[in-house]
């Protein structure tokens, strides 16, 4: 959006003080301390900016990573803005998921002084945490503004895809022509912050024969509550093997390494 009365009414109730900034990452860990560090920032760049804004003199378009992989209970992206913002200047400029009142997520472009002036950047980073809201996301447009303070900008509104990562193995032994396959696949655990195991995935065990390049499916395969699926059938022939379990609306999918047998 352009310069809202929205974000100035923040500064009539938020401290503007450089304490309540802080970084993303010490704050992040609930809905409460990413709505309150998303409304500090806007309240202290509304301080600064003003209630005006300037005209609007070209675009601001955040580059973020169109998928995600929650593998940890957090992790820094790097992120940067192009357009006519990010040619001969450095924005002041701020993108958000969810509700404006309480965003999920924020990413921020700039930093204040010991004084309590802002100043803008090309770069910045999303903190990533395991509570981050999964699924697909829109980043909304916040407010994007000149460095100097004296004009803004239009800005974009990307997509990014977040889920949990999914790991798979695959192991194979041969007794002569009969050749056993063993799999197993495992998800982070939002819940627990780790992996663990991935009850229930589906996927394919795949075969390609020696001297080609082209997978085949061979057997459907739903692990079990440990996160483990068996498979043996007889195959004299030479080839590699490996597992692909499907992705899900918030697990990512996962492919094994080759076993030859």
Sequence with gaps: ?????????????????????????????????????????RSKVAHVVGPEGGPVIGSCSLVVPSTARVVNDWQSIPVRVTGGCAISDTPIAAWYVGSYDAP??????????????VYGSRTSTWDVFDNTQLGRRTWQDDFAFTGD???????????????????????????????????????????YHKPIAWAGATGTIQFRAAGTSTW??????????????????????????????????????????????
Excluded: C
Excluded at 3 to 15: D, E, F, G, P, T
Excluded at 161 to 166: P, W
Excluded at 228 to 239: D, E, F, H, P, R
């Design 104 to 117: 999920s997520d924020f990413i921020f472009f700039g930093d204040f002084s010991d004084s309590g002036e």
């Design 216 to 261: 085949k499916g061979l057997k459907y395969a739903t692990a079990n509550s440990a996160g483990t699926y068996s498979y043996s059938y007889i195959n004299s022939a030479k080839g590699d093997y490996r597992v692909v379990y499907n992705t899900t609306p918030y697990i990512w999918d996962a492919t094994s390494a080759s076993s030859t047998r």
């Design 149 to 191: 303070q004296t004009a803004q900008y239009t800005q974009n509104n990307p997509v990014t895809t977040v889920k949990v990562g999914s790991w798979a193995a695959l192991s194979t032994t041969r007794s002569g022509s009969k050749v056993t396959i063993n799999t197993r696949v495992s998800r982070y655990s939002t819940a």
């Design 1 to 41: 959006m352009l310069r809202s009365a929205r974000a100035l009414a923040l500064s009539a109730v938020i401290a503007t003080g450089l304490g309540a900034a802080v970084a993303p990452h010490a704050v992040a860990d609930s809905g409460d301390s990413k709505r309150l560090h998303a409304n500090t920032l």
